[in-house]
């Protein structure tokens, strides 16, 4: 059974910086791609970034240049290191995953609808 479990939220003052942690649990397959995405009450679920099997990583145009995405192997574990931070940054973030060989045009799509796992979710909050 696949599981998630993020950590590292919290809050920052704009401008400030934070990084989340999500260790991925049980899975099998030799090609993955794994994902943060975040979601405010109301509002759609919003993607952020993926990185694949080979470590190729795509953003979403509201992150690119402040957010990095990346991830340890030997530990199982997805970072998303975040600078720069602003208000609008503040929401739920999750991490997700889905695996298999079309895994690859998932994470260049970032389509949420596509991922199997996710995990329970950690409140970022950015104060102005």
């Known amino acids: 059974q696949v599981q998630l479990a993020e950590s590292g939220g919290g809050s920052a003052q704009a401008g400030g910086s934070l990084k989340l942690s999500c260790v991925v649990s049980?899975?099998?397959?030799?090609?993955?791609?794994m994902g943060w995405f975040r979601q405010n009450s109301g509002k759609e679920r919003e993607k952020v970034a993926t990185?694949?099997?080979?470590?190729?990583?795509t953003y979403a145009d509201s992150v690119k240049g402040r957010f990095t995405i990346s991830k340890d192997g030997a530990k199982n574990t997805l970072y998303l290191e975040m600078n720069s931070l602003k208000p609008e940054d503040t929401a739920m973030y999750y991490c997700?995953?889905?695996?298999?060989?079309?895994?690859?045009?998932?994470?260049?799509?970032?389509?949420?609808?596509?991922?199997?796992?996710w995990g329970q979710g950690t409140q970022v909050t950015v104060s102005a």
């Open positions: 990185i694949d099997t080979i470590g190729a990583t």
């Open positions: 997700a995953t889905t695996m298999g060989p079309k895994s690859g045009i998932v994470c260049k799509t970032m389509d949420a609808s596509r991922f199997a796992y």
């Open positions: 049980g899975y099998t397959y030799r090609t993955i791609c």
